[in-house]
């Protein structure tokens, strides 16, 4: 279904294909397509999603634009796309990158550290080979291939952009693309996953990490597999996104020094409460000579420390650089909201002025 035309909706501009329908991905759908007249500046993103296509819920495509509200719709009804929508289809995501007829591929399917960026990196190398722009949310293309890809957008006259793939929708890498010109970015430090922040602090009123995590769980923003966060890939996959975007390093989450948080006792967080101080899974990435390096591990920060304050689903970045003093970016307590508006102000930056 192609966005209702109307005084607040411009005329359609943009043919999208989606790779991965999960919660970010049908949040996104939802904001453009059922509750789009709530957002008055959306008014000029148009937009006709041509395919969706998922790992194991089905596929939909057509070139005159897909019914996304139906396909809202059929989720909520039976968790999948009706196999009797003559919308339906039987196909990959690499071929979709490959065959179908769009403008820009919305990647937003689920992380892979162990398949190193699989499938994601192939359905980005696909669009990006036909000159086709791409706007990810999945931080694996980035933290396993950032040079390659953005060299092969710049070859191919496209664009790579991943502003979802590091505190949802916050705006960091617009940011420092327009705002840090001139400045050499020497060192990042911050708390980057909400679920292991959200699970420490439950820990230190005396919750266990099980029972936090089912309330990660249920709130929507952890996975229904924890384990890439727990073990500290989630955060160490965000700060290779961010040493390798603002710093030039070269580097995948299996070169970061990760430490996770599946040891920590109800016992050890209260413990550091009672000493003025809490535990916190930092991210950090500096320079050393010519190189970068970074790390995900768990540190006891004192109280009036300035990544301290945050608690439950926040997330905080310090930014240093050679020629601007440290400066920080704060999330407080971010919804599926957040992280659709990245995909969605990505996808704004590739319309006219």
């Known amino acids: 279904m192609v966005a209702p ?11 999208a294909l989606f790779i991965g329908f999960g919660n970010v991905g049908r949040k996104v759908a939802e904001i453009l397509f059922e509750e789009w007249e709530k957002f008055e500046n959306l008014k000029d ?15 939909l495509v057509n070139q005159s634009g897909v019914d996304v509200v139906k396909a809202l719709q059929d989720f909520r009804d039976i968790g999948r796309f009706s196999t009797l929508s003559p919308e339906f289809a039987t196909i990959s995501g690499v071929n979709a990158a490959r065959r179908l007829e769009y403008d820009v591929l919305v990647e937003l399917s689920t992380l892979s550290i162990q398949q190193r960026g699989e499938p994601a990196l192939s359905h980005v190398r696909e669009a990006l080979g036909r000159g086709k722009h791409v706007v990810t949310a999945n931080k694996a293309p980035a933290a396993f291939a950032y040079h390659e890809l953005r060299e092969l957008a710049r070859k191919n006259g496209a664009r790579f952009l991943h502003e979802s793939t590091v505190m949802d929708g916050t705006p960091v890498f617009s940011l420092a693309r327009s705002g840090l010109k001139g400045c050499r970015v020497t060192g990042l430090s911050g708390i980057l996953n909400s679920t292991t922040n959200f699970v420490l602090s439950r820990m230190e009123q005396g919750e266990s990490l099980e029972d936090a995590v089912k309330t990660a769980q249920k709130e929507g923003f952890a996975e229904a597999d924890p384990r890439h966060d727990l073990e500290g890939w989630d955060a160490a996959a965000k700060i290779t996104v961010l040493a390798n975007a ?16 599946t040891r920590v006792s109800i016992q050890d967080a209260q413990r550091a409460v009672q000493a003025g101080k809490h535990l916190k899974l930092i991210c950090k990435a500096w320079r050393e000579g010519s190189n970068v390096r970074a790390k995900v591990a768990l540190e006891e920060v004192e109280h009036g420390h300035p990544l301290a304050p945050i608690h439950e689903s926040g997330s905080i970045l310090m930014i240093e650089t050679d020629l601007l003093a440290p400066f920080i970016i ?21 319309t006219p002025a």
């Not at 035309?5 to 043919?15: D, I, Q, V």
């Not at 993103?45 to 596929?59: F, N, P």
Request: overall charge negative; glycine content about 10%.
């Open 330 to 350: 704060t999330e407080t307590d971010p919804t599926l909201y957040d992280t659709a508006y990245g995909v969605i102000n990505d996808l704004l930056s590739l």
């Open 5 to 15: 035309e109307s005084e607040t909706l411009t005329k359609l501009s943009m043919k």
């Open 246 to 261: 603002l710093m030039g390093a070269s580097l995948t989450p299996f070169d970061v020094e990760r430490q996770g948080i």
């Open 45 to 59: 993103l148009g937009l006709s999603v041509i395919g969706i296509v998922t790992k194991s819920h089905g596929a």
